[in-house]
Every structure is written in structure tokens, then in C-alpha cells.
């Protein structure tokens, strides 16, 4: 039996106990949506150096230069649609919504889970697609295309930023211990396009292994999470997703009208 079918097999049992099916993404489920990485060949993280751009002490040292860099990204990020990757699990949600929930917990700060459907996401690292501002409780999230200057500044004359965590930085108020909860009561976690090597995020599919949830990986790579797998599912997320959504539904639906189309 092919991992696939014994990935989907999983998913439904699991489904039909009623026990979440929870996916955990990182940057490679959205390169296929010409979102780069960070890490590997081509990788963000070999064109910028993270302490300059991805850190409060970089950002405060020369705004403009950290901003250039969130711009380039959020430009990067408006442009790519949710690719299959993206839509299989939207699909898979709706799928199963009579059995469980399916929500996602997600390291990328791009929005497109949300853009593909998924209705309940958890953002771990923030946004692209928001600002706040670093002294008063002002946040925005309906950004110009451009900005008119860099670094843009907030009506109270100090600095905005990006909504999104950098090195160091505590993440956002409450979503690690969502996420640790949905990890820790879920039936299947899907590890899906992530390195696992960022902090605490990394730490959430260990919290689910030791409450005895079975892992499955999506990534064409060995990760330092793969020798504690239990489906490997060694593709590119655009292809392995939705071969994924269609067997789960199969399983589901017989020979019904299980296949997981771009809407
Ligand atoms: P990484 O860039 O570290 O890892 C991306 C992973 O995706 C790698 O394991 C790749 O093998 C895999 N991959 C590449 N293309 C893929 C594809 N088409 N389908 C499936 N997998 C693919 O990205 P993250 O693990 O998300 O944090 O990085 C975690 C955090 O590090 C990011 O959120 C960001 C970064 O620094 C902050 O900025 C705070």
C-alpha cells in the first residue's frame, strides 16, 4: 500500500473517532506559489541576513532597510495565489466537517491558507498583511499596495512595523497555546513544507508526538522531525496534498466525486 492511501487511511480513522485533523505548514507548502523559502538553495535567509532585517535591534538600527526587505516579501506574497498545496486542505476541511475539524497552524505569515478557504488558522509567526505600530496600540490591516515612504510611520509619529514575530520576539499573544492545544488533542497532525528548525514553533509537533498523535510529512526532503514519523510522504506539497485529499475522499465517499479541483 502506498504512503498516500496509508496517509488517507489514517486521516479518515481518525476523522471518525471525531479527533482533529490539524496541519502544521511552514514556507515549502507556498513555494509553489513563488513564495521562496528560507532556508535550502535559494532560500531568503541567503540573500539577507536575518539579524538585519528579521530582528528588533536590525529594524530599530536602520528601519528603512527592514522595511525594504517586509515590502519586497509582502509584494512576493500579493502576488502568489493559494496554490493545490494550499486548496487540498481547504477542500479536506469541508470534506470532513461532519466528522472533525481540520485547522491549520501555520509559520508563514503570507495568508494563504486563508486565501484557499481554510477557516480556522492559526498564525504563529503574524502577518505580511498587517502593520502596527511600536509605541501606541495602533494596527492596520488594510494596506496600501506601496507605501509612499519607508519606513511608514503611524498618525502618533512613531515608527510602524510589520505584525510579524522576528528572531527573538516572544510570539503573538495566545497562539502558541492554541496551537499546543489543538497539537496535543489532534488525531493525525500533517507536517507540511517546514524545516522544523525555528523555535518554539518547531516544539508543536514534538508536543503532539509525545500525546501519542500520529505525524505525517509532506516535504521532498529529510527533516530532523522524519525519523519521528509515522507516514512519509517524500513530494511537493502542489502534488502529494491533493493526491492526499482525493483518496481521503474516496474513502469517505466510495467512488463518489472525490476530486479536489482549483475552484
Ligand atoms: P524553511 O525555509 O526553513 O523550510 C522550508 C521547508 O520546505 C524545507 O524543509 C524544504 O525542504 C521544504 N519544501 C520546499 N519546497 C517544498 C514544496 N514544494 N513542498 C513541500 N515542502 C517543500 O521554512 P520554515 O520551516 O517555514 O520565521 O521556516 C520556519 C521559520 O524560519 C519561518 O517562519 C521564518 C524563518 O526564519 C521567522 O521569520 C520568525
Redesign the pocket.
Same mark, same amino acid.
Do not use: K
Given at each position: 500500500m502506498s504512503t498516500i492511501s496509508d496517509a488517507a487511511r489514517m486521516i479518515v480513522e481518525q476523522a471518525e473517532r471525531g479527533l482533529p485533523i490539524v496541519a502544521f +505548514?511552514? #514556507?515549502?507548502?507556498s513555494? @509553489?506559489s513563488g513564495v521562496p /523559502?528560507?532556508?535550502?538553495g535559494g532560500?531568503?535567509?541567503e540573500r539577507y541576513a536575518?539579524e538585519e532585517v528579521?530582528t528588533a535591534e536590525g529594524f530599530f538600527r536602520d528601519p528603512a532597510r527592514s522595511w525594504r526587505f517586509h515590502e519586497e516579501l509582502r509584494r512576493t506574497c500579493l502576488a502568489g495565489k493559494p496554490n493545490m #498545496?494550499h486548496i487540498a486542505l481547504a477542500w479536506m476541511e469541508n470534506a470532513l466537517r461532519s466528522l472533525t475539524n481540520c485547522p491549520v497552524i501555520t509559520?508563514?505569515?503570507d495568508g494563504l491558507h486563508q486565501a484557499a478557504g481554510s477557516s480556522d488558522v492559526t498564525e504563529?509567526?503574524g502577518s505580511c498583511h498587517r502593520v502596527r505600530c511600536v509605541e501606541c496600540n495602533f494596527a492596520d490591516e488594510d494596506l496600501p499596495a506601496e507605501f509612499p515612504e519607508l519606513p511608514p510611520r503611524c498618525e502618533c509619529g512613531e515608527l510602524l512595523r510589520p505584525d *510579524? %514575530?522576528?528572531?527573538g @520576539?516572544q510570539l503573538p499573544h495566545g497562539s502558541f497555546d492554541r496551537a499546543r492545544l489543538l497539537a496535543e488533542s489532534a488525531g493525525v497532525m500533517m507536517v %507540511?513544507? +517546514?524545516?522544523? /528548525? %525555528?523555535q518554539p514553533? #518547531?516544539s508543536i509537533p514534538i508536543a503532539a508526538l509525545q500525546h501519542d498523535v500520529s505525524l505525517i510529512e509532506?516535504?521532498? *526532503?529529510c +527533516?530532523t522531525l522524519s525519523e519521528l514519523i509515522d507516514v512519509t510522504i517524500r513530494? *511537493?506539497?502542489?502534488a #502529494?496534498l491533493p493526491e492526499l485529499a482525493e483518496r481521503v475522499g474516496q474513502l469517505l465517499n466510495g467512488a463518489g466525486d472525490s476530486e479536489c479541483k482549483r475552484e
Open positions: +505548514t511552514g #514556507a515549502g507548502i513555494q @509553489e /523559502t528560507f532556508r535550502g532560500g531568503i535567509w536575518p528579521a #498545496a509559520q508563514n505569515i504563529l509567526h *510579524v %514575530v522576528w528572531f @520576539e %507540511v513544507g +517546514t524545516s522544523a /528548525t %525555528v514553533a #518547531a509532506i516535504n521532498p *526532503v +527533516t513530494d *511537493v506539497a502542489g #502529494a
